[in-house]
């Protein structure tokens, strides 16, 4: 079998361009990562939003407020 680098330095700096390939490896894998988190994040905020508005909307129909008349439920 034959290997396209002798050895370990000859791979890491690829005839010259090893500088361009890294760092085009490291800005993928960090972007890759700030996309995965932030995603995550945001999902967390949303449904987080979504819970405080479901127990707003739960406590606005609690039987406290039955109690109104339907003039001012419609208010």
Do not use: C
Not at 15 to 41: D, E, M, Q, T
């Amino acid at each position: 079998m034959n290997f396209a680098f002798e050895n370990i330095h000859d791979f890491i700096w690829m005839g010259h361009h090893g500088v361009y390939v890294w760092s085009a490896w490291l800005i993928s894998i960090v972007s890759i990562l700030f996309l995965i988190l932030h995603s995550k994040n945001a999902r967390q905020r949303f449904y987080q939003r979504e819970l405080a508005r479901l127990r707003r909307g739960i406590a606005q129909s609690s039987p406290a407020n039955s109690k109104r008349t339907p003039s001012e439920r419609s208010e």
